[in-house]
């Protein structure tokens, strides 16, 4: 265990220098950027190409396709609370979705 922890070797030294740098040099912003964009409640476009492919709507019960009880906040996707307006979902990176809105990509939440 000490010999793993022994960082006098000059390989090991320089890599911990680099990984440091690397770190340093990644602007914090960028890093919490989707969080941020998220916690600021920026809703998705229906607009945006993405939404538009996936036929998302935020009435989703309007939706062309919808299925009846399908909604995102019963989505696998979604990880906001299901009594929130509103929440972030993993295809839309950063951005909220409407819990009542819905999309083609939805999927039966587990449990
Ligand atoms: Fe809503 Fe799920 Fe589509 Fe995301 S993937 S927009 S949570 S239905």
Same mark, same amino acid.
Request: glycine share 12%; net charge positive.
């Given at each position: 265990m000490e010999r793993l922890l022994h960082i006098s070797d000059p390989g090991r030294r320089q890599f911990l220098k680099l990984a440091a740098t690397a770190f340093a040099a990644v602007p914090l912003g960028s890093i919490l950027l989707p969080e941020r964009a998220a916690a600021q409640g920026q809703? =998705? &476009?229906?607009?945006?190409p993405l939404a538009v492919s996936l036929g998302y709507a935020c009435d989703g019960a309007a939706a062309p396709g919808h299925v009846e009880g399908q909604f995102c906040k019963g989505c696998q996707l979604y990880s906001g609370t =299901? &009594?929130?307006k509103n929440g972030p979902c993993a295809l839309f990176q950063g951005k909220l979705v409407c819990s009542d809105g819905w999309c083609k990509s939805w999927v039966k939440r587990a449990g």
């Amino acid at each position: 265990m000490e010999r793993l922890l022994h960082i006098s070797d000059p390989g090991r030294r320089q890599f911990l220098k680099l990984a440091a740098t690397a770190f340093a040099a990644v602007p914090l912003g960028s890093i919490l950027l989707p969080e941020r964009a998220a916690a600021q409640g920026q809703s =998705v &476009d229906p607009k945006d190409p993405l939404a538009v492919s996936l036929g998302y709507a935020c009435d989703g019960a309007a939706a062309p396709g919808h299925v009846e009880g399908q909604f995102c906040k019963g989505c696998q996707l979604y990880s906001g609370t =299901v &009594d929130a307006k509103n929440g972030p979902c993993a295809l839309f990176q950063g951005k909220l979705v409407c819990s009542d809105g819905w999309c083609k990509s939805w999927v039966k939440r587990a449990g």
